[in-house]
Nanobody, 125 residues
Framework: QLQLVESGGGLVQSGDSLRLSCTDS????????IGWFRQAPGKEREGVSC???????YYGQSMKGRVTIYREEAGNKVSLQMNSLKPSDTATYYC???????????????????WGRGTQVTVST
């Protein structure tokens, strides 16, 4: 059973960068599709970026061009580099793991078998 933990959130100013990380202390994430999702108050959860087990990637429209998802070489961490942050990026960011979907399917269908508890990102003006 995966126990995903997100880290790296915080309070930043508009234009700043953050790197979020998704880890599991006991299992490698190498064989799982991993996705980053976000949910702002009063809004639906949306897919930010996903990476499949074969390292293909998908980026949602909301942050496309400003984020990069990648797997760390150690195999138990998937990171999301976020640049040029805007106040509209303020949300709780979650990572999720799934066994079989493509990166696009995972992100567009909000498909996850295991979810972390989320990390808050707040972007001030």
């Amino acid at each position: 059973q995966l126990q995903l933990v997100e880290s790296g959130g915080g309070l930043v100013q508009s234009g700043d960068s953050l790197r979020l990380s998704c880890t599991d202390s006991e299992e490698t994430l190498r064989y799982w599709a991993i996705g980053w999702f976000r949910q702002a108050p009063g809004k639906e959860r949306e897919g930010v970026s996903c990476i499949s087990s074969d390292v293909s990637t998908y980026y949602g429209q909301s942050m496309k061009g400003r984020v990069t998802i990648y797997r760390e070489e150690a195999g138990n961490k998937v990171s999301l580099q976020m640049n040029s942050l805007k106040p509209s990026d303020t949300a709780t960011y979650y990572c999720a793991a799934a066994r079989d979907p493509t990166a696009q399917a995972m992100c567009t269908l909000i498909a996850g078998d295991h979810w972390g508890r989320g990390t808050q990102v707040t972007v001030s003006t």
